[in-house]
T-cell receptor, first 114, second 114 residues
Framework: SQQGEEDPQALSIQEGENATMNCSYK?????LQWYRQNSGRGLVHLIL?????REKHSGRLRVTLDTSKKSSSLLITASRAADTASYFC??????????????FGQGTTLQVKP | GAGVSQSPRYKVAKRGQDVALRCDPI?????LFWYQQALGQGPEFLTY????????KSGLPSDRFFAERPEGSVSTLKIQRTQQEDSAVYLC????????????FGDGTRLSIL
């Protein structure tokens, strides 16, 4: 079952522009995480936002969380070609609260053109 | 290195053969996860270990899939009598705790069944 769904599925921007990716989820969460996956590589954890937080920053990343709308967004400011990757919003499976099992969506594929 | 290591990086097998995929988690990480990622999709959970105990194997697609972590460190995912639909990238992740902890991923094993 899919918990998080990212939108858009694909995004292409010029270097220096900002990139915004959105995520909607279905059930209540304790936290929501964003991961990045470069082509042919594993996933890299970017940021974790807890259900009692509304916004969190990490470098050029800004994540927001609206639990009333069951949605989150990831903003990458001043994008670089190296930001080209797939981005996933992920939350622990609500039916597996003791394991940390993550449920992934299809992700947003971001292309940053130099 | 200090990251999660997976081997082999690529594996080609003929349909019907057995394969074994290895994961070396980050030292000291209690939790270990296996995910399967089809082309263009997000990872899908296969199984979870807490130390040597396999606490969740609900994502294993069939009884041809078997995973173990006998000493609570290295893990092996074995697929018997491989089928073409088993072709995918198999990702291993580890985390220090259970829930609400970032997962650290290896670069995966790309399995191709001919």
């Amino acid at each position: 079952s899919q918990q998080g769904e990212e939108d858009p599925q694909a995004l292409s921007i010029q270097e220096g522009e900002n990139a915004t990716m959105n995520c909607s989820y279905k059930t209540s969460i304790n936290n929501l995480q964003w991961y990045r996956q470069n082509s042919g590589r594993g996933l890299v954890h970017l940021i974790l936002i807890r259900s009692n937080e509304r916004e969190k920053h990490s470098g050029r990343l800004r994540v927001t969380l609206d639990t009333s709308k069951k949605s989150s967004s990831l903003l990458i400011t001043a994008s670089r070609a190296a930001d080209t990757a797939s981005y996933f919003c992920v939350s622990p499976d609500p039916g597996s609260s003791n394991t940390g099992k993550l449920i992934f969506g299809q992700g947003t594929t971001l292309q940053v053109k130099p | 290195g200090a990251g999660v290591s997976q081997s082999p990086r690529y594996k080609v097998a003929k349909r019907g053969q057995d394969v074994a995929l290895r994961c070396d988690p980050i030292s000291g990480h209690v939790s270990l996860f296996w995910y399967q990622q089809a082309l263009g999709q997000g990872p899908e959970f296969l199984t979870y270990f807490q130390n040597e105990a396999q606490l969740d194997k609900s994502g294993l697609p069939s009884d041809r899939f078997f995973a173990e972590r006998p000493e609570g460190s290295v893990s092996t995912l074995k697929i018997q009598r491989t089928q073409q639909e088993d072709s995918a990238v198999y990702l291993c992740a580890s985390s220090f705790g259970r829930v609400n902890q970032p997962q650290h991923f290896g670069d995966g094993t790309r399995l191709s069944i001919l």
